[in-house]
């Protein structure tokens, strides 16, 4: 089985997360606001759930606002705000027409209440599709998700006495904190993209970073095609994940 863009379907990455830098710079290069940065890189996201549908990927993961960007001038952070309150109800019938569910990650429970309502009529209008997961990540912090998973890892001791608790985390693996991080639906990150040329991760993903393996595009987000896309695929598809193996045994060569 090929996907429509020509790579066998195995080696297309299942989950891809993007985190979409740049327009700040782009529009900057432009002489205009940096919202109007903003403004064209929603398109590009409009743009990106499309592509990634079509390549036959099934879960895409968008940063578009991180715990440190409230750090952000108050009235940056105020468009980012109306972007998504205004932009995503424009964006159900497309996401319906591409199957495409949104979900999010983070806490939008500190968003302003119109943005929160977009997002929530947005989720129940497209809950039903099932072609790709588009999740939204809002107020996301990688470093904020796993102090969280410890807070539920905690509290789910609650009823135990004191000698089982300290044999729980006596106990405790990656497997069971992470099972904490209440991520049921959402695929180990395979390949993560991040757009305008920095190469650090800003806090994304960070349980996942762990064997994502990693790509960077020089294009800014508003600037961002189909054929950047691509070749974040195709590179992709020519690596060879090893999760601390040898290739050899990656490869089934050997098994000892
Ligand atoms: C990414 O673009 C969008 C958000 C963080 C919301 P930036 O706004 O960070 O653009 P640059 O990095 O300043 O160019
Ligand atoms: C990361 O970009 C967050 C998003 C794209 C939403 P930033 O522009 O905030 O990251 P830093 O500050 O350059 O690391
Ligand atoms: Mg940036």
Request: net charge neutral.
């Amino acid at each position: 089985m090929v996907s429509s863009e020509g790579l066998p379907l195995e080696r297309l990455p299942g989950h891809v997360a993007i985190i979409m830098d740049g327009n700040g710079r782009w529009a900057k290069e432009r002489d205009l606001a940096r919202v109007e940065g903003h403004k064209q890189g929603a398109k590009r996201l409009r743009d990106v759930i499309s592509w990634a549908s079509d390549a036959g990927i099934k879960q895409v993961s968008l940063y578009a606002f991180s715990t440190e960007n409230w750090k952000r001038p108050k009235l940056e952070v105020a468009a980012l705000m109306g972007l998504i309150a205004t932009l995503l109800p424009l964006e159900v019938a497309k996401m319906n027409e591409k199957g495409a569910r949104l979900l999010t990650l983070g806490d939008i429970s500190k968003f302003p209440w119109l943005a929160r309502r977009a997002l929530q009529k947005a989720m129940q209008a497209t809950a039903h599709n099932s072609t790709i997961d588009v999740i939204l990540c809002l107020n996301y912090g990688g470093q904020q998700e796993i102090v969280e998973a410890a807070r539920h890892f905690y509290a789910s001791l609650d009823q135990q006495t004191d000698k089982q608790k300290q044999a729980a985390f006596e106990q405790l693996t990656p497997e069971t904190l992470y099972s904490f991080m209440q991520r049921d639906e959402i695929l180990p990150v395979d390949l993560m993209i991040r757009t305008g040329g920095e190469k650090r991760i800003s806090n994304f993903h960070l349980w996942d970073a762990a064997y994502t393996e990693f790509y960077f595009s020089d294009t800014n987000w508003p600037a961002y095609s189909q054929q950047d896309l691509q070749a974040a695929l195709t590179d992709y598809a020519s690596r060879e994940r090893r999760f601390g193996k040898t290739s050899e045994q990656v490869q089934g060569k050997d098994h000892e």
